[in-house]
Protein backbone atom coordinates (compact mmCIF):
# COMPACT_ATOMS: atom_id res chain seq x y z
CA UNK A 1 0.00 0.00 0.00
CA UNK A 2 1.62 3.22 -0.85
CA UNK A 3 1.68 6.06 1.48
CA UNK A 4 -0.69 8.52 -0.07
CA UNK A 5 -3.34 5.62 -0.17
CA UNK A 6 -3.00 4.40 3.62
CA UNK A 7 -3.09 8.07 4.31
CA UNK A 8 -6.51 8.80 2.54
CA UNK A 9 -7.62 5.32 5.13
CA UNK A 10 -6.78 6.60 7.69
CA UNK A 11 -8.62 10.04 7.47
CA UNK A 12 -11.61 8.00 5.77
CA UNK A 13 -11.99 5.77 9.28
CA UNK A 14 -11.45 8.75 11.44
CA UNK A 15 -14.57 10.24 10.34
CA UNK A 16 -16.12 6.72 10.22
CA UNK A 17 -15.74 6.39 13.93
CA UNK A 18 -17.08 9.93 14.36
CA UNK A 19 -20.01 8.89 12.52
CA UNK A 20 -20.12 5.98 14.41
CA UNK A 21 -21.09 7.65 17.85
CA UNK A 22 -24.09 8.63 15.53
CA UNK A 23 -24.78 4.95 14.43
CA UNK A 24 -24.47 3.51 17.39
CA UNK A 25 -27.39 4.71 19.18
CA UNK A 26 -29.67 2.73 17.39
CA UNK A 27 -28.36 -1.23 15.77
CA UNK A 28 -29.16 -1.41 11.99
CA UNK A 29 -30.46 -4.89 10.93
CA UNK A 30 -28.11 -6.54 9.02
CA UNK A 31 -25.18 -4.28 9.54
CA UNK A 32 -22.92 -5.83 11.72
CA UNK A 33 -20.29 -2.99 11.60
CA UNK A 34 -21.37 0.68 10.89
CA UNK A 35 -17.94 2.10 10.81
CA UNK A 36 -17.24 -1.05 7.99
CA UNK A 37 -20.50 -0.45 5.77
CA UNK A 38 -19.55 3.65 6.11
CA UNK A 39 -15.95 3.15 4.67
CA UNK A 40 -16.98 0.16 2.18
CA UNK A 41 -19.72 2.93 0.82
CA UNK A 42 -17.15 5.67 0.83
CA UNK A 43 -14.75 3.76 -1.23
CA UNK A 44 -16.81 2.00 -3.48
CA UNK A 45 -20.08 4.40 -4.16
CA UNK A 46 -19.85 7.64 -2.71
CA UNK A 47 -17.53 9.13 -5.75
CA UNK A 48 -20.78 8.62 -8.08
CA UNK A 49 -23.48 8.69 -5.06
CA UNK A 50 -21.93 11.55 -2.83
CA UNK A 51 -21.73 11.45 0.66
CA UNK A 52 -25.66 11.41 1.51
CA UNK A 53 -26.26 9.39 -1.64
CA UNK A 54 -27.87 12.76 -3.00
CA UNK A 55 -26.33 11.84 -6.18
CA UNK A 56 -24.92 14.17 -8.75
CA UNK A 57 -26.22 17.74 -9.44
CA UNK A 58 -26.88 17.21 -13.20
CA UNK A 59 -28.94 14.24 -12.77
CA UNK A 60 -26.61 11.62 -14.06
CA UNK A 61 -26.97 9.92 -10.71
CA UNK A 62 -30.51 9.85 -9.31
CA UNK A 63 -30.77 11.31 -5.92
CA UNK A 64 -31.38 8.25 -3.19
CA UNK A 65 -31.72 10.12 0.12
CA UNK A 66 -35.04 10.05 1.38
CA UNK A 67 -36.11 7.51 -1.46
CA UNK A 68 -34.23 4.71 -1.67
CA UNK A 69 -36.51 2.71 0.73
CA UNK A 70 -39.29 3.29 -1.64
CA UNK A 71 -37.91 0.78 -3.78
CA UNK A 72 -38.70 -2.14 -1.24
CA UNK A 73 -42.50 -1.67 -1.76
CA UNK A 74 -42.92 -2.48 -5.45
CA UNK A 75 -42.35 -5.61 -6.91
CA UNK A 76 -39.12 -6.75 -8.71
CA UNK A 77 -37.68 -3.25 -6.45
CA UNK A 78 -35.80 -5.35 -4.04
CA UNK A 79 -33.85 -7.47 -6.80
CA UNK A 80 -33.19 -3.82 -8.21
CA UNK A 81 -31.26 -2.48 -5.76
CA UNK A 82 -28.56 -5.59 -5.91
CA UNK A 83 -28.67 -5.76 -10.00
CA UNK A 84 -27.89 -2.20 -10.58
CA UNK A 85 -24.49 -1.72 -12.30
CA UNK A 86 -23.26 0.13 -9.14
CA UNK A 87 -23.95 -2.77 -6.71
CA UNK A 88 -23.84 -5.75 -9.17
CA UNK A 89 -20.42 -4.88 -10.17
CA UNK A 90 -19.03 -3.55 -6.79
CA UNK A 91 -15.43 -5.47 -6.25
CA UNK A 92 -16.61 -6.46 -2.33
CA UNK A 93 -17.82 -9.70 -1.11
CA UNK A 94 -21.67 -10.31 -1.33
CA UNK A 95 -21.75 -10.36 2.54
CA UNK A 96 -19.94 -6.36 2.49
CA UNK A 97 -22.56 -5.20 -0.11
CA UNK A 98 -25.23 -6.97 1.90
CA UNK A 99 -24.00 -4.78 4.85
CA UNK A 100 -23.36 -1.64 2.73
CA UNK A 101 -27.24 -2.00 0.91
CA UNK A 102 -28.80 -2.46 4.59
CA UNK A 103 -26.58 0.64 6.20
CA UNK A 104 -27.35 2.55 2.56
CA UNK A 105 -31.62 1.83 3.36
CA UNK A 106 -31.41 2.45 7.17
CA UNK A 107 -29.02 6.03 6.67
CA UNK A 108 -30.54 7.63 3.82
CA UNK A 109 -34.05 6.47 4.31
CA UNK A 110 -35.23 5.06 7.42
CA UNK A 111 -38.43 6.69 7.20
CA UNK A 112 -39.74 4.68 3.80
CA UNK A 113 -38.50 1.14 4.85
CA UNK A 114 -41.40 -1.15 5.41
CA UNK A 115 -42.10 -2.60 8.70
CA UNK A 116 -41.45 -6.17 7.53
CA UNK A 117 -38.31 -5.22 6.57
CA UNK A 118 -36.03 -8.27 6.31
CA UNK A 119 -32.18 -7.08 5.57
CA UNK A 120 -30.26 -8.38 2.73
CA UNK A 121 -28.25 -11.53 3.33
CA UNK A 122 -24.68 -12.32 1.68
CA UNK A 123 -26.20 -15.82 -0.33
CA UNK A 124 -29.52 -13.41 -1.87
CA UNK A 125 -26.86 -10.35 -2.40
CA UNK A 126 -24.66 -13.24 -4.43
CA UNK A 127 -27.63 -15.09 -6.86
CA UNK A 128 -29.05 -11.49 -7.71
CA UNK A 129 -25.72 -9.80 -8.37
CA UNK A 130 -24.70 -13.24 -10.70
CA UNK A 131 -27.56 -11.62 -12.99
CA UNK A 132 -26.84 -7.86 -13.88
CA UNK A 133 -29.47 -5.72 -15.86
CA UNK A 134 -29.18 -6.01 -19.04
CA UNK A 135 -32.26 -2.68 -19.34
CA UNK A 136 -31.20 -0.47 -16.23
CA UNK A 137 -32.94 2.49 -17.79
CA UNK A 138 -36.79 0.34 -18.45
CA UNK A 139 -36.53 -1.85 -15.76
CA UNK A 140 -35.77 1.34 -13.64
CA UNK A 141 -38.52 3.64 -15.19
CA UNK A 142 -41.18 0.97 -14.94
CA UNK A 143 -40.23 0.59 -10.96
CA UNK A 144 -40.91 4.52 -10.95
CA UNK A 145 -44.24 3.78 -12.63
CA UNK A 146 -45.25 1.59 -10.03
CA UNK A 147 -44.30 3.58 -7.37
CA UNK A 148 -46.09 6.82 -8.27
CA UNK A 149 -48.76 4.87 -8.38
CA UNK A 150 -48.62 3.74 -5.17
CA UNK A 151 -48.26 7.51 -4.00
CA UNK A 152 -46.30 7.01 -0.96
CA UNK A 153 -45.53 10.53 0.97
CA UNK A 154 -41.73 12.32 -0.26
CA UNK A 155 -39.84 13.27 2.45
C1 LIG B 1 -19.79 5.06 -11.63
C2 LIG B 1 -20.84 5.66 -10.82
C3 LIG B 1 -21.51 4.79 -9.78
C4 LIG B 1 -20.92 4.06 -8.77
C5 LIG B 1 -19.45 3.94 -8.42
C6 LIG B 1 -22.00 3.45 -8.04
N1 LIG B 1 -23.20 3.79 -8.58
FE1 LIG B 1 -25.03 3.23 -7.92
N2 LIG B 1 -25.91 4.21 -9.46
C7 LIG B 1 -25.26 4.94 -10.43
C8 LIG B 1 -26.22 5.39 -11.43
C9 LIG B 1 -25.90 6.23 -12.66
C10 LIG B 1 -27.47 4.91 -11.02
C11 LIG B 1 -28.83 5.04 -11.75
C12 LIG B 1 -29.16 3.73 -12.44
C13 LIG B 1 -28.16 3.46 -13.54
O1 LIG B 1 -28.18 4.14 -14.57
O2 LIG B 1 -27.30 2.56 -13.31
C14 LIG B 1 -27.24 4.17 -9.78
C15 LIG B 1 -28.25 3.57 -9.06
C16 LIG B 1 -28.06 2.88 -7.89
C17 LIG B 1 -29.11 2.31 -7.09
C18 LIG B 1 -30.59 2.36 -7.40
C19 LIG B 1 -31.15 3.74 -7.07
C20 LIG B 1 -31.92 4.34 -8.21
O3 LIG B 1 -32.77 5.20 -7.94
O4 LIG B 1 -31.68 3.98 -9.38
C21 LIG B 1 -28.52 1.69 -6.03
C22 LIG B 1 -29.19 0.95 -4.89
C23 LIG B 1 -27.11 1.88 -6.17
N3 LIG B 1 -26.86 2.60 -7.31
C24 LIG B 1 -26.18 1.37 -5.30
C25 LIG B 1 -24.80 1.52 -5.44
C26 LIG B 1 -23.87 0.95 -4.52
C27 LIG B 1 -24.22 0.11 -3.31
C28 LIG B 1 -22.64 1.31 -4.97
C29 LIG B 1 -21.30 0.96 -4.37
C30 LIG B 1 -21.08 -0.42 -3.98
C31 LIG B 1 -22.83 2.09 -6.18
N4 LIG B 1 -24.15 2.19 -6.42
C32 LIG B 1 -21.81 2.63 -6.93
C33 LIG B 1 -23.90 5.21 -10.47
C34 LIG B 1 -22.96 4.62 -9.65
Given amino acids: MTAHRSTLLMLLLASATTA ?9 AGVENPARARVN ?24 SGYLARYLHVEGGREFLVRVPGSANAGITPAALAEVLNWMLE ?14 RAEEVEALRSQPLQDVVTTRAALLTRLADLDLERR
Avoid: I, K, R
Wanted: glycine letters at 10%; aromatic letters at 6%.
Fill in 20 to 28: LAVENDQSM
Fill in 107 to 120: TMDAEHLPADFAPY
Fill in 41 to 64: YMLNCQGCHGPTGSGMADGTVPDM
